[in-house]
């Protein structure tokens, strides 16, 4: 069946530098894509979103990029500190218009002080 | 408070007993979602509801049940707990446009 994967599964980051989090998505009537965000003991926390009518988007030191053409997206944290340190999901839309999300199992992120 | 919440944090319970988690949100969201959370499976979805009165089974059903009398609650019930039901359960929230919001997770151990 279609799923959501990611490409690595931990990610160790010097305190400071970039990183990016990839993600590989089957599923080519998506339209709807995010990243969450899970630190220790607590519950997925929303961190950006995009829609497929649009191929980058930016927040606070995040940036979402997403490339249709070989269904990948991406997460890029600029400067990462340790706060940072969690595990990061992408989560896409079951379909065009789809309300229902499939996630990935998530990529754990650990920053280098 | 608005937001999603969920009770109990943690709870701990025998084989067999039936047990209710509860979930409320305040942003009268129409969607409301249940997950389950284990090692090297991610998040499962066991059950979610549309509306009121509306629920529908995902990937896990088997062994839990759910009700929906009110918008704002969702409670899943483990009929007879198993120990392979020892999990961290997530609610979730959403009004049909946008992400999902979750809660913080009720830890629950079957012994």
């Known amino acids: 069946g279609e799923s959501v994967g990611l490409h690595l599964p931990t990610l160790s980051v010097q305190e400071g530098d970039n990183s990016i989090i990839n993600c590989a998505y089957s599923n080519s009537a998506s339209d709807y894509f995010i990243w969450y965000k899970q630190e220790s003991g607590k519950g997925p926390q929303f961190i950006i979103d995009i829609r497929s009518n649009m191929d980058k988007r930016q927040g606070q030191r995040v940036t979402v990029l997403l490339n249709k053409t070989v269904k990948h997206l991406s997460l890029q944290i600029a400067a990462t500190q340790p706060g940072d340190s969690a595990v990061y999901f992408c989560?896409?839309?079951?379909?065009?218009?789809?309300?229902?999300?499939?996630f990935g199992k998530g990529t754990k992120l650990s920053v280098i002080p | 408070d608005a937001g999603i919440t969920q009770s109990p944090r943690y709870k701990i319970t025998e084989t067999g007993r039936q047990v209710t988690l509860m979930c409320h949100q305040t942003w009268s969201h129409s969607y409301m979602f249940w997950y389950r959370q284990d090692l090297g499976h991610g998040l499962r979805l066991i059950y979610y509801s549309a509306a009121a009165d509306i629920t529908d089974k995902g990937e896990v059903p088997d062994g839990y049940v759910v009700s929906r009398s009110k918008t704002e609650n969702f409670p899943l019930t483990l009929e007879s707990a198993t120990r392979s039901q020892t999990s961290v359960y997530f609610c979730?929230?959403?009004?049909?446009?946008?992400?999902?919001?979750f809660g913080s997770g009720t830890r629950l151990t079957v012994v």
């Open positions: 989560a896409e839309s079951a379909g065009a218009g789809s309300y229902q999300l499939t």
């Open positions: 979730a929230s959403s009004s049909g446009t946008d992400g999902y919001t």
